[in-house]
């Protein structure tokens, strides 16, 4: 009796399958068709992305591309969804391949890779789909339908490196770093040169935590240098960097006159610095993945995608940048960092991208 | 005439296995009435039936004359049934009522009302002479009296029909008298007791009546006054039993077992055994009596590989074996019944079946070129299930399933099928019934009558009396006597266990000095 | 009811019983369950493209499922299956980067050298266990962060500074042209026939070899098995030292066949906790980490098209699946009450 009854349902389960499946082959090769610049009926361009494990609210990279990507669309009256702008996040590295993949097959005109961690998948991915535009971030990927997007975090590090020497009180200020790879390595190197730039005296405690996503080892590392004696710390460390945030801000809770401060990375952390009415951000090095994920989209939505390219934003483009202090940096400082990066700008000063 | 439990007809099945079969058990009101049974004879599953842990097949249950339908121990409770158990449920780090009132808590506004319940327990305690002190941690408490324990949590959850399952196991003979003497108490206060026991003696010193079980089948009610122990061993195994085991003469001839000058010591490094001398034969077996803790442990893991020696020299049939793993001292020829048959004789999760193997599942023809053949571990435990009267429903039957007389039966047919020279058996009949002890007992002596030496601890007298050839009294390490068990009594023994060595003294130690 | 009809219910209730709190869960937060579940099912069967990386995904979880398995059936707690698959990875991408050779010798060297790996990764909370009686549990979670660090260093080692290997040489590849065609371009690689021969290794290892007798024995018993003469402490060793092997062919599979890189990694992978799960669902039985490495796997992968398709976050998703996956462990659950159900009716 029971049986029966479960033979019925499965074979329910079973027809439905079939019809589903029969949905998703009619959609494919339409969708696959259609990929690549050939312009659809009303020449509107279609963009999205894929992030690491990140996920588009990792107060850093993801998020940051994911606005300019939202932006784009607004500028541009799309909608999010098919045809629009979209996202899909990934939970591990495996995903990276299907969520691309999946894009394309949508027909999306433009598909980011968020990250570094993206770019065997993209290039790969580029190699399968040679009619698809792809881009990444971070990452050099030679394909001619990849273009290629780097910052020179160096520089935006350097000024960070300049803020925190100028401002330290205690003469010892700190760099807590990911993993050792070219990108943090680049941050770190142009905040110790920024730092020797502006006062020699002013040591340097770097530490990597060999993670993005470990708060807690964040939390400890930060612990050890303010208890060392620093007094500013930078941090290139995404979510892990979460967690010297926490820590600032528990010191500044217990003693409201503790001198502490963050200096964030990628987005303006400064909300993440909130303690009561103060806060211990003292200015954030902007990546600006958003104003990248921008223009790279307005190029190829105008014809003009730089497929084998790799285009590097710097101070010059506003590809990196300082943000406000809110008044945390004081006014004389605030003139010395903009005459560092009028001369960086001019080209006067070149910022080492490793630390020799 | 008044009963307050009647079990009518009861029949319980497992699968194909019938535990209960046609069982009658009443119950008068006031009595002890003793349920007698060897191991595996289907007690236990009547109990659990009447405490409501399984669901009969067949029969009818009333208490106090109404029919009930008991579905689970709550409704058993409420019955005022309650259980002793074996094995005590109490949580060792409470105190005594923390453990009575556990999932029965008095609360006052959600607050566990602790004094009112110790009153009540301390109150019931002096009530039935219990003497429990309320207030102690169980870890701190005896284990009789943590048996108290169990019976106060009935008496507190106002049971007047109590079931006691096998409470003499663990207790010392003089907590067995004061148990005896509680258990007079509780009827003169009008409780009834259903006592689940194998054990002959404590039947015919407490109990009333007696129904007896052979077999998940009833064999009928006797009153215990017009009964004797020999009649309800043979009620309960089905044939006359001897208690007085019979074996013929000893031959002994040349050495087996030597042990010289052998010096062992436990796991902290302090010297278990010092300086022990020690001779078996073939054809004899030598009893070692001794209480529990004087070096019989560390003797028998050095002579099977499984301790270090610290000093002296083991040899088998003139083979020196000092220090050898376990292995090369089985293949020696040395077969071992180890004395924890849980922790040491059998993989409890494995079939019977393998466990029979457990010794030859590496050679031919069972094991070639590293590839096992299991039917032939099968085809091997049939035959050893078969001889030895293991009982199981197959040899596919994990251990842990048999019976203990039963799981023993397995290991001594896997270790005397061997062949051994030497045999080693370390309590041996621990925790059996009297059918299973007989057995035991006769194995050993069948392998002696075949030639074979055989080695007996006992911490019980009159299973080194009965059982052996020549006796070795082990005391602090040494074996400071050997006696022959025709020329000496059960007195002389207990003292010389107490290490009063009066007959021999200054020989004994002359000897060891 | 037969025993047969109960054990093909159960896991079929549970997996109802899953789907229906999913779908509820979604729909208290506003989701469309139906699109969700159309989307999972098409992300998993939709068409061949989506078949081959479900395969994909479930091969590597055969064999961290595998290695716990193993050692669960010697009594062990093998936690280190993470860290003896990215070993495994790391060794397997660095023989097929370092050299090349004719393929018949490239390929099986490679796959040895992750076995070889994560057999030392093994080897190590063995060795301790057995002489020293450290506890393998405490043992083998530390291995993980020591190879993942020493992984990550090697790396850079290797590379030069750079955070991701080259691609290894086609001739260690596991990567098949036929497959892919077959698949829509899929990542679908020979793997899964060498997971599946792994299948066969270890209930080979298990149910036909003195060996296997032995492991079984030590681990439902230490003491009983001394007593029979067995060795315990080399069999605590060598069932670790293969379960590790299992492991390091499952970081083979990511190194040779999905990736063909090996790259730093700030986290864990997952797979090997995933394993735990696994092997559990498949009750430490090489068919039945089979079927867990299956729904795990086909989960995973398939739940990747919600967001997709059906605009469900992957958080939602990540606690649907969740469920799914809970009901199916605690079937046990669901087991008791259908017997209860049947002693009821068998009652009346």
Redo the contacts between chains.
């Keep these: 009796m029971a049986k029966r009854k479960f033979g019925l349902g499965l074979s329910l389960l079973l027809a439905s399958s079939t019809l589903l499946a029969a949905c998703g082959e009619e959609e494919t090769p339409e969708v696959a068709g259609d990929t690549g610049d050939e312009p659809t009926e009303e020449e509107v361009f279609s963009v999205a992305m894929v992030t690491d494990v990140g996920g588009i609210d990792d107060k850093s990279f993801n998020q940051s591309a994911w606005e300019g990507i939202q932006r784009f669309g607004e500028d541009n009256n799309l909608e999010q969804g098919d045809g629009g702008f979209d996202y899909l996040q990934s939970a591990s590295d495996a995903d990276y391949n299907t969520n691309l993949n999946n894009l394309i097959r949508r027909g999306f005109d433009l598909v980011f890779g968020i990250g570094f961690l993206m770019e065997g998948a993209v290039a790969e991915i580029a190699q399968q789909q040679p009619e698809a535009q792809l881009a990444i971030i971070d990452a050099v990927v030679e394909e001619p339908n990849v273009a290629s997007v780097l910052f020179k975090e160096q520089e935006g590090a350097f000024l960070a490196g300049v803020a925190a020497a100028l401002m330290t009180e205690t003469g010892k200020v700190g760099f807590v770093g990911g993993m050792e790879i070219p990108v943090i390595e680049r941050f770190e190197a142009g905040f110790r040169a920024g730092v020797e730039a502006a006062n020699p005296d002013v040591e340097v405690d770097v530490q990597y935590t060999g993670a993005f996503d470990k708060a807690e080892l964040g939390k400890t590392t930060a612990n050890r240098m303010y208890s060392a004696g620093a007094d500013i710390i930078f941090h290139a460390a995404g979510a892990t960097g979460n967690g010297v945030f926490t820590e600032a801000k528990e010191r500044k809770e217990q003693d409201p006159d503790a001198n502490v401060w963050v200096i964030g990375v990628d987005a303006d952390q400064y909300d993440q610095g909130a303690v009561g009415d103060t806060n211990v951000t003292l200015t954030s090095v902007l990546k600006r993945v958003d104003n990248a994920v921008y223009d790279i989209s307005t190029m190829a939505m105008n014809g003009e995608f730089p497929g084998g390219e790799t285009i590097v934003y710097g101070l010059e483009d506003e590809g990196v940048a300082l943000a406000d202090s809110r008044g945390a940096i004081t006014e004389d400082v605030l003139a010395q960092i903009e005459e560092f990066k009028q001369q960086i700008v001019a080209g006067e000063i070149t910022v080492p991208e490793t630390v020799e | 005439m008044e009963y307050v439990i009647e079990m009518l007809n009861i029949r319980k099945e497992f699968g194909s296995f019938v535990a209960n079969d046609d069982i009658t058990l009443q119950v008068k009101k006031g009595e002890i009435h003793a349920l007698l049974g060897e191991n595996g004879a289907g007690k236990s599953t009547l109990m659990n039936v009447l405490f409501g842990l399984y669901?009969p097949e067949g029969g009818e249950i009333r208490v106090r004359g109404e029919a009930v339908n008991i579905t689970d121990p709550n409704v058993a409770n409420k019955l005022g049934i309650g259980m002793v158990h074996q094995h005590f449920m109490l949580v060792e780090n409470f105190t005594v009522t923390e453990n009575i009132i556990l999932g029965n808590e008095m609360t006052k506004a959600g607050i566990v009302d602790k004094r009112k319940a110790s009153k009540r327990v301390k109150k019931l305690s002096e009530q039935y002479g219990l003497n429990v002190d309320p207030n102690a941690k169980i870890e701190d408490i005896s284990v009789g009296m943590q048996q108290r324990v169990e019976i106060l949590k009935t008496l507190y959850r106002g049971a007047d029909i109590l079931i006691f399952d096998e409470p003499t196991a663990s207790l010392t003979p003089q907590e067995i008298t004061e148990l005896i003497q509680i258990m007079q108490r509780l009827v003169q206060e009008g409780k009834s007791i259903i006592l689940i026991t194998h054990k002959l003696k404590e039947i015919m010193d407490v109990s009333d009546r007696v129904t007896i079980i052979r077999k998940g089948q009833g064999v009928g009610t006797v009153v215990t006054a017009e009964t004797n122990p020999n009649e309800l061993a043979s009620l309960m195994v089905g044939r006359q039993v001897e208690f007085k085991t019979v074996k013929g003469e000893a031959f002994p001839k040349d050495t087996v077992l030597l042990i010289e000058d052998l010096t062992v010591a436990d796991y902290r490094g302090v010297e278990k055994v010092k300086g022990l001398n020690l001779e078996v034969r073939h054809g004899e077996i030598v009893g070692i009596a001794g209480i529990d803790g004087n070096g019989q442990t560390e003797l028998i893991e050095a002579i099977?590989g499984?301790r270090k020696v610290k000093g002296g020299k083991i040899t088998i049939s003139g083979k020196d074996v000092t220090g050898k793993?376990?292995?090369k001292v089985?293949e020696a020829g040395v077969g071992?019944i180890?004395q924890d048959r849980h922790?040491?004789?059998?993989?409890?999760?494995?079939p019977i079946g393998?466990n029979i193997a457990?010794?030859t599942?590496?050679q031919a023809p069972i094991?070639k070129g590293?590839?096992?053949h299991?039917e032939k571990i099968a085809e091997q435990a049939k035959r050893i299930i078969e001889k030895y009267d293991v009982r199981t429903q197959s040899e596919a039957t994990p251990a842990r399933a048999l019976s203990g007389g039963n799981q023993q039966k397995a290991i001594i047919g896997r270790e005397v099928e061997r062949d051994p020279d030497l045999l080693i058996a370390a309590l041996p009949t621990r925790g059996l019934d009297v059918g299973a002890i007989e057995f035991i007992h006769s194995r050993l002596i069948e392998q002696r009558d075949r030639g074979k030496a055989v080695l007996l601890i006992s911490f019980e007298l009159d299973e080194v009396m009965n059982v052996s050839d020549r006796i070795a009294v082990i005391y602090d390490g040494q074996i400071i006597d050997e006696v022959l068990p025709q020329d000496t009594s059960e007195q002389e023994l207990g003292l010389l266990m107490a290490g009063q060595s009066d007959r021999k003294t200054k020989a004994g130690a002359n000897e060891h000095v | 009811m037969s025993n047969r009809t109960t054990n093909l219910l159960v896991p079929v209730l549970a997996v109802v019983l899953g789907l229906l709190v999913g779908a509820i869960i979604m729909w208290v937060s506003g989701y469309d369950a139906i699109a969700g579940y159309a989307a999972l099912w098409d992300g998993i069967f939709g068409d061949l493209y989506r078949v081959g990386e479900t395969i994909r995904q479930i091969t590597p979880y055969i064999l961290a499922g595998l290695a716990v398995a193993f050692a669960f059936r010697a009594g062990l707690f093998n936690i280190g299956v993470e860290g003896q698959l990215i070993v495994g990875w790391f060794a397997a991408a660095y023989v097929g980067v370092a050299v090349e050779l004719p393929k018949v010798i490239h390929l099986p060297l490679a796959i040895l050298a992750a076995a070889a790996a994560g057999a030392l990764w093994g080897f190590i909370p063995g060795l301790l266990k057995a002489k020293f009686h450290v506890h393998e549990v405490i043992v083998t979670i530390m291995m993980n962060y020591i190879a993942l660090h020493v992984v990550n260093a090697l790396i850079e080692v290797v590379t030069g500074g750079s955070e991701r290997t080259e691609r290894i040489f086609p001739s260690a590849s596991l990567r098949s042209p036929f497959l892919e065609a077959l698949t829509d371009y899929s990542r679908l690689h020979y793997g899964i026939i060498v997971a599946l021969i792994m299948v066969v290794v270890m209930w080979f290892i298990l149910d036909k070899t003195t060996t296997g007798f032995e492991l079984k024995s030590v681990g439902f018993n230490q003491h009983a098995s001394q007593y029979a003469g067995m060795k315990v402490d080399r069999n605590i060793i060598l069932a670790m030292v293969i379960s590790g092997a299992f492991a390091g062919i499952g970081g083979a599979m990511e190194a040779l066949g999905t990736f063909e890189y090996v790259s730093s990694k700030g986290g864990f992978t997952g797979i090997g906790f995933d394993g735990i799960a696994v092997a559990l669902l498949g009750m430490n039985t090489p068919i039945g980490v089979v079927l867990g490495a299956t729904l795990f796997g086909s989960l995973k992968y398939g739940a990747l098209n919600m967001p997709n398709a059906a605009n469900i976050p992957v958080e939602i998703v990540g606690i649907v699946t969740a469920i799914i996956i809970y009901f199916v462990a605690a079937s046990y659950v669901i087991r008791l009450l259908i017997e209860r159900a049947a002693r009821k009716k068998e009652a009346k």
Aim: aromatic share 14%.
């Design positions: 669901q099977t499984l793993k376990p292995r089985t071992h180890p922790k040491h004789g059998l993989v409890l999760d494995f393998h457990l010794q599942y590496y094991s590293g590839v096992i299991y």
